[in-house]
């Protein structure tokens, strides 16, 4: 049986990193975009990176540019863009497909695992996956769904 684990995927530099690294920790898995109404997400996302990554908590950002091209820039530009604006200190990966035949596996298998209400593709920028410290799927959220409105649910996992 696969899990989460089993997957790999590039950081921004382009080298393969396992998620088999975060064994162990909440997870929150986002795809993202430097040039969507959601952007801002990122302020939300940096909270709760920072309130709860002392305590086993790591956000992973996917850039994805298949969503009317809201995130065209190179990893580096997205990355010093993030960083520069929201702060960001949280990992981000290299940009993937998140649909489609060049999808990215570790989206095949999140969205295998929690289909969303309009079905298994991702609809937009900013759909959110948390994962739990034995790396299963436990909730799905859609773009509208604020970071904040999240917390209550990672603190769960985190004090299971």
Wanted: hydrophobic fraction near 30%; include cysteine; proline fraction near 3%.
């Amino acid at each position: 049986m696969t899990t989460i684990y089993d997957y790999k995927v590039k950081n921004i530099n382009g080298e393969d990193v396992s998620i088999e690294k975060y064994k162990g920790k909440v997870l929150l898995i986002v795809n993202t975009a430097t040039k969507c109404g959601f952007t801002p997400q990122y302020e939300g996302l940096e909270e709760l990176y920072k309130t709860y990554k002392d305590k086993g908590f790591e956000i992973l950002d996917f850039p994805c540019n298949q969503f009317a091209n809201q995130a065209p820039e190179t990893n580096q530009e997205i990355k010093n863009f993030c960083t520069a604006r929201f702060g960001v200190t949280f990992e981000t990966f290299a940009k993937i497909d998140v649909n489609g035949e060049n999808e990215e596996p570790l989206y095949n298998f999140l969205k295998n695992s929690k289909g969303g209400i309009f079905g298994d593709d991702i609809k937009w920028n900013f759909t959110k996956f948390l994962i739990d410290k034995d790396g299963n799927v436990v909730n799905r959220y859609a773009s509208q769904k604020k970071p904040k409105n999240i917390a209550k649910d990672i603190e769960k996992l985190l004090e299971a």
